[in-house]
């Protein structure tokens, strides 16, 4: 991508851009697989996404509809090019339609992450609570185990109830043609667990082992064009036999059969010892950080302007709606559950000064300090974004999306967190 920069009075900065066709194709692209991922459709090895959305939802012309997606895609790359990082989300101006095979160019007005200072770069002073491993998170772990490798195993007949156990063979079918993923001949179910709708569990409850039942119930499902629909199940089933779950005791024995590396009941809890110490430490060190960033901040000073206050306030509300969507919570709920909508506002914006102050707090130590960057710097940033996945693997993810100005950013703060740490005055309590 080329981009051109030049400084406007007011102290912002225009750039123009012009994507190549490569990159523009990157973006279409990009946004076909965000949208097909948004909208639940299936890939299908021998069909492109364009392919499947027409059959499923009837879009003849996907590009149209996720051009803007694909526009949008391109602004961080001019920012990465220039290593900006805005202070908040960028004017963007498009110079002409965005279309496969062929450049593309659009504009952007950019207000720079501003720069302040602290009343003293002096160390912190912070109190952190002594370590100290409960025996009873061990045992937990143990019990763990015990819980994963529990047995089914073969109980007297009668008849089935809510919750049980047992082995099932089904022969399930919808308009006459079998259903691969239900038909069976044997397979291991329980009632009530949420694994099959409630009018399938109905039927299943009061039958007798060696039983053979045929019966219809009603499941979800969506038609040609993406819509939510209910359709009629036949099936047969028998129930082959009833189980009971066994959880093995976890002894000297027992982990020499199963964890034979290990060699004995003490051996294994060693290992978790170490395995929790580890995953301690490195929570302690994340908090010890984070209040020596908290108590560096109190030292900041300087007015931060009401478009920055907007722009983080919205992504602090995002991401909040996203947690309380995931753990099956209303925001309405959340909100009264913290004392109303007048306490929740003042609550969101207490919290938005602070991530912003701290955020700055720490550019501040990095500048004041002469820092610089190194690749074990942003390696060790993309451990803490994502501790699950390879840090050169997060690395490259980023910067193919154009966002390496973000982990810059986020390594740079990391890194002056470390040395606020380091030449703190840590008192345990």
Not at 264 to 283: C, D, H, I, P, V
Request: charged share 25%; glycine share 6%; with cysteine.
């Amino acid at each position: 991508m080329k981009v051109t920069q030049k400084k406007l009075e007011d102290g912002r900065l225009h750039l123009e851009a012009t994507a190549t066709v490569t990159e523009v194709e990157q973006a279409f692209n990009a946004a076909q697989f965000a949208f097909a991922h948004q909208m639940n459709l299936s890939p299908q090895a021998d069909k492109t996404i364009e392919e499947v959305a027409q059959e499923v939802m009837g879009i003849k012309n996907l590009d149209a509809v996720v051009e803007p997606s694909a526009a949008e895609y391109l602004v961080p790359f001019a920012l990465d090019k220039k290593n900006l990082i805005p202070a908040y989300p960028p004017d963007v101006t498009s110079k002409g339609k965005l279309a496969r095979g062929a450049e593309y160019k659009f504009s952007l007005e950019v207000t720079e992450k501003p720069q302040y200072e602290l009343t003293s770069y002096d160390s912190v002073v912070i109190a952190v609570p002594e370590f100290k491993l409960d025996e009873r998170e061990v045992e937990n772990q143990i019990a763990h185990i015990a819980e994963n490798y529990a047995e089914y195993q073969t109980c007297d007949p009668r008849p089935v109830k809510m919750g049980d156990s047992m082995m099932l063979a089904i022969d399930a079918t919808r308009e006459g043609e079998p259903i691969r993923g239900l038909c069976t001949e044997g397979r291991a179910y329980t009632t009530g667990a949420g694994y099959m709708p409630d009018g399938f569990d109905e039927n299943i409850v009061g039958m007798n082992v060696g039983e053979t039942k045929s019966f219809e119930f009603s499941a979800p499902n969506f038609d040609d064009k993406g819509n939510e629909i209910e359709e009629t199940i036949q099936c047969t089933v028998t129930v082959k036999e009833l189980q009971k779950r066994v959880i093995p005791a976890i002894t000297d024995a027992w982990v020499k059969d199963n964890m034979p590396m290990l060699g004995s009941l003490e051996n294994l809890k060693n290992g978790l010892r170490a395995q929790l110490t580890e995953a301690y430490q490195a929570e302690q060190e994340a908090y010890k950080r984070q209040l020596a960033t908290s108590e560096m901040a109190k030292r900041f000073e300087g007015k931060i302007a009401d478009p920055v206050y907007e722009d983080m306030r919205k992504n602090l509300m995002t991401n909040l709606r996203a947690d309380l969507q995931q753990n099956n919570v209303s925001f309405e709920q959340f909100v009264e559950q913290n004392g109303g909508e007048q306490q929740f506002s003042m609550m969101l914006m207490m919290q938005t000064r602070q991530t912003l102050v701290e955020g700055y707090t720490l550019d501040a130590v990095f500048r004041h300090e002469n820092f610089s960057l190194n690749d074990e710097d942003i390696l060790a940033a993309c451990r803490a974004m994502s501790p699950q996945q390879q840090p050169a693997l997060v690395r490259e993810q980023m910067e193919k999306a154009g966002c390496g100005y973000i982990l810059r950013e986020a390594a740079s703060r990391m890194k002056a967190s470390r040395w606020l740490v380091e030449n703190a005055e840590i008192k345990q309590n």
